[in-house]
């Protein structure tokens, strides 16, 4: 019987491996073009309005609706205090933090299929623990550090300072 499986030459391996990576980084390229070099949202400073959702999603996912106080973090305004931050903060920090928000949107759209402030808010709360407890201590790391600001933002709300019987102005006198 005469041989006719298709013959794959060292050529088409090597011209398929190099089309495949151009295409990534063209892709990269235009996605990180795509949201360094814009305005902010209006109202903002810093933020875009992907990223607004984005930091209201991660809000919403870490402190959900319900409890004492009824507030979820998507309702105290997160979104213009970690604007407030990436305003005040250096060059490239703020970017390297946009650059996060971005990374774990991404993450979620290949994981899940949608952009991470698309998905419910279940959705959203099991991708957020998935990635605190990631194996990689690297990951754990980023979103804990991005966490932390958030964190900072919701607690320091007048709501939740009052629902937690926090009695002391910034300076912590009394």
Not at 90 to 115: C, I, Q, V, Y
Request: proline fraction near 6%.
């Amino acid at each position: 019987m005469p041989d006719h499986a298709p013959k794959i030459t060292r050529r088409q391996v090597l011209a398929t491996s190099a089309a495949m990576a151009t295409a990534a980084v063209a892709v990269t390229s235009g996605h990180v073009v795509n949201w360094w070099d814009r305005d902010a949202a209006d109202g903002y400073e810093s933020l875009g309005p992907q990223e607004v959702k984005l930091v209201n999603a991660l809000g919403e996912a870490m402190f959900p609706p319900g409890g004492v106080p009824a507030l979820s973090g998507a309702e105290v305004g997160l979104d213009h205090y970690f604007d407030g931050i990436l305003t005040a903060m250096d060059s490239p920090t703020d970017n390297l933090l946009r650059l996060l928000l971005h990374a774990l949107d991404d993450w979620a759209f290949l994981e899940a299929g949608l952009p991470y402030a698309q998905l419910s808010l279940d959705a959203r709360i099991d991708k957020l623990d998935l990635w605190l407890n990631h194996d990689s201590h690297l990951v754990r790391g980023a979103v804990s550090g991005l966490l932390v600001f958030l964190g900072m933002g919701y607690c320091g709300h007048p709501e939740v300072k009052a629902a937690a019987g926090w009695i002391f102005p910034c300076g912590y006198s009394r």
